[in-house]
């Protein structure tokens, strides 16, 4: 079922017109730099720096969650390996469950979202998903790998959002978040 939806994307939803904005989605997340660049803004500036305390921590958790943990244990091969196609990413040299995109595109999103009231929150929800779906346009995840990176993200989130406020309590983290 799995690969027959990724099928059907691939067969009525890819546009040559739009390769192009799907591979600089999926790679504008996926270096890595935005994701570090956007959290260390967070994190300098007063205001923000318990989101952006939040938004690391939960990177980390998801790094150990999905990147160390559960594609190795799982290892479900990308799906290009079942089902020829022309790829327009070069092949991807680590297994295909969870999304590590979607994972950590949840965890930082979703932690900002959780910690900011503000429009900018939307934004990056709206982003979060182009760079979701991204992964399913380009043929490198199955539906079900970006549906548990989205839920192993946010589950991230909250989890660092419990945390962090919880140790904000404490006297050294006051001084270590003013």
């Not at 017109?17 to 803004?41: K, P, R, S």
């Not at 020829?84 to 932690?111: C, K, N, R, Y």
């Not at 929800?125 to 979701?132: D, E, I, K, S």
């Not at 839920?151 to 904000?168: D, E, H, K, M, Q």
């Amino acid at each position: 079922m799995d690969l027959n939806i990724l099928i059907w994307i691939h067969q009525h939803l890819v546009f040559e017109q739009l390769n192009g904005f799907f591979i600089f989605i999926t790679n504008l997340w996926g270096d890595g730099i935005l994701t570090v660049l956007l959290t260390l803004f967070l994190l300098i500036k007063k205001e923000t720096r318990l989101t952006g305390l939040v938004i690391a921590v939960s990177l980390l958790f998801n790094l150990l969650v999905v990147n160390l943990t559960l594609k190795p244990l799982v290892a479900r091969p990308r799906p290009y390996t079942l089902y020829e196609i022309d790829m327009l990413l070069p092949v991807q040299t680590d297994f295909s469950f969870p999304s590590g995109h979607s994972s950590s595109v949840f965890a930082f999103v979703w932690a900002y979202f959780i910690t900011r009231k503000d429009r900018m929150r939307w934004i990056f929800v709206t982003f979060a998903l182009l760079v979701c779906f991204s992964r399913l346009y380009l043929f490198v995840h199955y539906p079900t790998d970006v549906l548990a990176g989205i839920i192993i993200g946010i589950l991230c989130a909250y989890f660092s959002r419990w945390l962090v406020f919880r140790f904000t309590n404490t006297t050294w983290m006051h001084k270590l978040l003013e």
